[in-house]
């Protein structure tokens, strides 16, 4: 029932699908996708054309963070280039609704972001078209940041929420997330784990798919849960 999401972000770009295959081979559910615009948050990374690249790469389901604003006109191109799952911040579209409903026209799921300071008010009327709800331990814009533990009272707060709606909705945590502590959030109700750097900094060549020890590593945290 958990799924661990690694974020290329943290990847070597030199050598992106064999990374992807990798650490699916390693046994990882989902590969998450950071997309920074360098005006909604102060970086700058990949967009639809490699989305479309590694399609082919992989058959998990590829879940589109988009830290981008405005937010609205890029979606149909991430749908095309193959996203499974599309997922935006509120702050960063005019028309939270709309936003939605185009993503779901375009044939994704959709998803929710909340920084670490976004008041989950924005979930209250659209909690029934979302497939998921991304809470931020960390604010967006680079990997490597420290866990913000407040994260856990929202985690919280939301398990709640979903149990409540009967929806098949996940909830993903994305930031700072270790093998230290991955136990606790998946106890705070996160079943969707995103990992970068933990995750593409413990490659070992000794590993038959490089990242087999530290996915290993993840679930028996997990199985303790
Ligand atoms: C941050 C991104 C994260 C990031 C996580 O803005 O949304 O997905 O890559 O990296 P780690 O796991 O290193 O905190
Ligand atoms: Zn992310």
Do not use: W
Request: charged share 25%; proline share 5%; glycine share 8%.
């Amino acid at each position: 029932m958990y799924r661990i999401a690694p974020s290329i972000l943290s990847a070597n770009f030199a050598k992106l699908g064999q990374e992807i295959t990798d650490v699916i081979d390693s046994g990882a559910d989902i590969v998450h996708f950071d997309v920074m615009d360098n005006h909604y948050v102060p970086n700058l990374t990949i967009g639809p054309l490699v989305c479309e690249a590694i399609r082919p790469v992989t058959d998990a389901m590829i879940d589109v963070h988009l830290m981008v604003e405005p937010v609205d006109r890029i979606i149909p191109d991430f749908a095309k280039a193959g996203a499974n799952i599309i997922s935006f911040h509120p702050e960063a579209s005019n028309h939270i609704d709309r936003t939605i409903g185009l993503i779901k026209e375009q044939g994704c799921k959709a998803g929710l972001v909340f920084n670490p300071a976004t008041p989950l008010h924005y979930l209250d009327h659209v909690l029934d078209k979302l497939d998921l709800v991304l809470i931020m331990s960390v604010n967006p814009g680079f990997g490597g940041q420290k866990f913000i533990p407040e994260a856990l009272n929202k985690l919280r707060a939301v398990r709640k929420l979903i149990d409540a709606s009967g929806r098949d909705i996940l909830l993903e945590i994305d930031g700072g997330v270790k093998v230290d502590n991955i136990a606790e959030i998946a106890r705070a109700g996160a079943d969707t784990f995103v990992a970068g750097s933990a995750i593409y900094q413990a490659g070992k060549d000794a590993d038959p798919h490089r990242y087999d020890s530290i996915l290993a590593a993840f679930r028996a945290e997990l199985a303790k849960v």
